[in-house]
């Protein structure tokens, strides 16, 4: 393995099969807690309830990509044989675009094979908390009349017309959509990226505060961007189908959590190489 010295980190970039892995620029985020509304589908005493919000806390300093993928660190987990090719016809430095979860997936897990680190999806309490003023949770229309449903319905699609969202398809480069108070670029653009975290479908208190009780469905994942959103794993066209909530996503891609050290990351750390 070469390994090439770099303004930020000796091991930056690693030789793979003759190519250079650029490790993706990174920001990190201190721990906090905030206020969230948590995602999935809510039932308070078997009627459609408003998400409950509750105080969540990342506890560890969060190492979040800066940019989502792009299109041209894709095209090399394809090139090498362990992702399949994108949906997009796009290159370079535009954001990677007509991926699935599973895709995602395959990408994070040749990305840890060839930097020695452990890359992974965001949670959505991750990225909400990355995100910071740029989050907007699902499009709720309130907890409605449990004796007329398509008054909740119809409060949902005010609600979504009333953010002003226009379809905008066509990805733009990376940064196009400036950079968030956390310092994270194209946050909630046209690009809407995929979390770790599974779609549920729970049960509130009476109060509406707390979750009571759930179930977990992992062939749906959680989606952030414009708002939150769920879509079928294998989906790469938010348009196609999936679970959608709201108009579909623009387009789907995503970007990675850095998490623990390797022992071979780690080895080299221990030799002064930070």
Known sequence: MLIVMGATSAID???????????????????????????????????????????????????????????????????????????????GNFPVTGVSHIDAEAYAGWLSAQTGA???????AEWAYAAAERFRSDIEGGAGDPNNPAMRW???????????????????????????????????????????????????????ASIVSSIENCGVHVVEGYHRTYMSNFIRDGKSGGCAVGTPPDNL?????????TVMRAALQRLGFS
């Open 154 to 208: 119809l409060a949902r699609y005010r609600t979504e017309a009333s953010l002003g969202r226009k379809s905008d398809p066509e990805p733009r480069v990376q940064g196009a959509f400036g950079i968030n108070s956390m310092g994270l670029a194209d946050v909630a653009g046209n690009v809407w990226e995929w979390t770790s975290t599974c779609y549920v479908h729970a049960t509130v208190a009476a109060d509406g």
């Open 118 to 124: 452990t890359w992974r999806l965001p949670t959505d």
């Open 13 to 91: 970039r690693f030789s793979v099969a003759g190519r250079l892995v650029a490790s993706p620029e990174l920001v990190t985020l201190a721990p906090g807690s905030f206020d969230h509304p948590q995602p999935g589908e809510f039932l308070g005493e078997g009627h459609p309830a408003a998400a409950p919000r509750i105080l969540t806390t990342v506890g560890a300093a969060l190492k979040i990509m800066k940019h989502q993928v792009s299109a041209a660190e894709y095209g090399r987990c394809v090139t090498a044989g362990s992702c399949r090719a994108a949906d997009s016809l796009d290159s």
């Open 253 to 261: 891609g995503f970007r990675l959590v850095r998490e623990r050290l």
